[in-house]
């Protein structure tokens, strides 16, 4: 530790007075044969401690630690599931009334993603969703959900007796 904090030092230490900048350096840190057992986890480990941990406006060095490397893994568990179910289509829409206050009737509808993973993982949507912006299937994920709300839309409107009812797809 000390060592590393040296090499912070070294790193950040400005001499020069014609330099109007400063340098903050992160470090991430694993160590080899007690965090990892090869080079390429021993950085991936690395990498992973920067990610949990914010950048600041000051150096900083952080410790690899296990709880990292489960949370990683249940998103990539959760990503691979998503994908799955994407290619399978098994998306389902839900639908929330939005009432007129003034007729107290429902004037539209509101429908949203879901989908059921087969997984122990606790999950919820908003954690899929920041899955799919991060693989960049928003788009399909809006394509699908758009396809399905647009086809039951006339069913809803028949159900309801009301052919002017709209949709709002999220």
Do not use: C
């Given at each position: 530790?000390?060592?590393?904090?040296?090499?912070?030092?070294?790193?950040?230490?400005?001499?020069?007075?014609?330099?109007?900048?400063?340098?903050?350096?992160?470090?991430?840190?694993?160590?080899?044969?007690?965090?990892?057992?090869?080079?390429?986890?021993?950085?991936?480990?690395?990498?992973?401690?920067?990610?949990?941990?914010?950048?600041?406006?000051?150096?900083?060095?952080?410790?690899?630690?296990?709880?990292?490397?489960?949370?990683?893994?249940?998103?990539?568990?959760?990503?691979?599931?998503?994908?799955?179910?994407?290619?399978?289509?098994?998306?389902?829409?839900?639908?929330?009334?939005?009432?007129?206050?003034?007729?107290?009737?429902?004037?539209?509808?509101?429908s949203f993603f879901r989908v059921l993973l087969d997984t122990?993982?606790?999950?919820?949507?908003?954690?899929?969703?920041?899955?799919?912006?991060?693989?960049?299937?928003?788009?399909?994920?809006?394509?699908?959900?758009?396809?399905?709300?647009?086809?039951?839309?006339?069913?809803?409107?028949?159900?309801?007796?009301?052919?002017?009812?709209?949709?709002?797809?999220?």
């Amino acid at each position: 530790n000390s060592l590393l904090q040296e090499t912070v030092q070294l790193l950040t230490n400005n001499d020069s007075a014609n330099l109007s900048s400063s340098i903050t350096v992160n470090m991430g840190v694993s160590v080899l044969s007690v965090d990892a057992n090869s080079y390429a986890k021993l950085i991936t480990h690395s990498m992973q401690t920067l990610i949990a941990n914010p950048n600041s406006d000051s150096s900083a060095i952080y410790y690899f630690d296990r709880r990292f490397t489960k949370r990683f893994n249940r998103k990539e568990t959760l990503a691979k599931l998503l994908k799955n179910a994407l290619k399978k289509d098994q998306i389902e829409v839900f639908y929330q009334p939005i009432f007129d206050m003034h007729t107290m009737r429902i004037s539209s509808f509101e429908s949203f993603f879901r989908v059921l993973l087969d997984t122990s993982l606790k999950y919820n949507t908003q954690d899929l969703i920041t899955i799919a912006e991060e693989f960049d299937w928003v788009d399909e994920i809006d394509r699908k959900v758009a396809k399905i709300s647009l086809s039951d839309l006339p069913k809803l409107q028949k159900h309801f007796k009301n052919p002017s009812l709209g949709i709002s797809i999220n």
